[in-house]
């Protein structure tokens, strides 16, 4: 069965410091995988998706991701973050039919200081 | 261009009581799916709706339900409530062939 796992519960970076979320991910088959991100109390907002060719991959708001098959690894990067990043982020990986029911890891909250 | 959208926002209901929510999905998309998120977790697929058949179901017991309606619109039916339901229901839409799943912002549902 697939899996995701985000090993960090809570990272704190400072403005303007770069920063990295980590995703393992576990599948049979090649994965479609996706970085998501939400806000208090709000839905998810698809920030860069995977599904084949680049295995680095560029979002919005200047995230992008690698894909590494050999480490079943999808982490996610941006060089400069800003305060407004500040939010919990989710990794998930596409299984079934299509590919799109989608099976997401624990998240990660980022805290951003001033 | 409006998003997927969701009702209610919020609910409070009691344990044992049934609720229905509403997800209208992103304009030109067919294909609906449902997410339960508890708190400090992350969502779960409950079941996914293409063409007004169930298609794809994850490990949730049969008190949950759904229905899609003609014009891509479903609805998530949960009987028999227990306080564990209390949760965010998320709706995502895709079209068929597309590559990108959107979420509405969610249900909140309370049982007490």
């Known amino acids: 069965a697939q899996s995701v796992t985000q090993p960090d519960i809570h990272i704190t970076v400072s403005e303007g410091a770069s920063l990295e979320l980590r995703c393992n991910y576990s599948y049979g088959a090649t994965p479609y995988l996706f970085w998501y991100v939400q806000s208090p109390g709000q839905g998810l907002q698809l920030l860069l998706k995977?599904?084949?060719?680049?295995?680095l991959v560029q979002g919005i708001k200047g995230f992008e991701a690698e894909f590494k098959r050999s480490q079943s690894s999808f982490n996610l990067r941006k060089p400069s973050v800003h305060w407004s990043d500040a939010a919990e982020y989710f990794c998930?990986?596409?299984?079934?039919?299509?590919?799109?029911?989608?099976?997401f890891g624990s998240g990660t909250r980022l805290q951003v200081q001033p | 261009d409006a998003g997927v959208t969701q009702s209610p926002t919020h609910l409070i209901k009691t344990r044992g009581q049934q609720v229905t929510l509403r997800c209208s999905p992103k304009?030109?998309?067919?294909?609906v799916s449902w997410y339960q998120q508890a708190l400090g977790q992350g969502p779960q697929f409950i079941f996914q709706?293409?063409?007004?058949?169930?298609?794809q179901r994850g490990n949730f017991p049969d008190r949950f339900s759904g229905h899609q309606f003609p014009n891509y619109s479903s609805e998530l039916n949960v009987n028999a409530l227990l306080l564990g339901d209390s949760a965010l229901y998320l709706c995502?839409?895709?079209?068929?062939?597309?590559?990108?799943?959107?979420f509405g912002e969610g249900s909140w549902l309370t049982v007490v």
């Open positions: 995977y599904f084949s060719g680049d295995t």
């Open positions: 995502a839409s895709y079209r068929g062939s597309g590559n990108t799943i959107y």
């Open positions: 304009s030109g998309h067919d294909t």
């Open positions: 709706y293409y063409e007004e058949e169930e298609r």
């Open positions: 998930a990986v596409g299984s079934g039919t299509g590919r799109r029911a989608l099976t």
